[in-house]
């Protein structure tokens, strides 16, 4: 059974940084797209950014390229996102996730078939 763990979330000025870590268990994950998605209050869940199993390919929203990097560590089987100049509208619960299946991408949550429990992200103005 896949389990995953996000932890790094907490509280931080506007223009401050955060590293969000996925700790993933119960498969080898190295096939696999992983991504993040994060979730405002009344708001539907949106993508972040996915990198592939090598990570040599990457994604991002628009509204985080340029300021968020994602990473892997396939050796700890550990997805990583640096955020970087965080804005109040960053404010959310992000999760992560493993793509239903192996090789392939895509950026809707209905990709996914595996997600973390989420880590509360809070920039305040």
Excluded at 33 to 38: A, I, P
Excluded at 91 to 120: E, I, K, L, N
Aim: proline share 3%; aromatic share 14%.
């Amino acid at each position: 059974q896949v389990q995953l763990v996000e932890s790094g979330g907490g509280l931080v000025q506007a223009g401050g940084s955060l590293r969000l870590s996925c700790a993933a268990s119960g498969r080898t994950f190295s096939s696999y797209f992983m991504g993040w998605f994060r979730q405002a209050p009344g708001k539907e869940r949106e993508f972040v950014a996915v990198l592939s199993g090598s990570g040599g390919r990457t994604y991002y929203a628009d509204f985080v390229k340029g300021r968020f990097t994602i990473s892997r560590d396939n050796a700890k089987n550990t997805m990583y996102l640096q955020m970087n100049s965080l804005k109040p509208e960053d404010t959310a619960v992000y999760y992560c996730a493993v793509h239903r299946y192996p090789y392939r991408t895509g950026t809707r949550p209905a990709d996914f078939g595996s997600w973390g429990q989420g880590t509360q992200v809070t920039v305040s103005s």
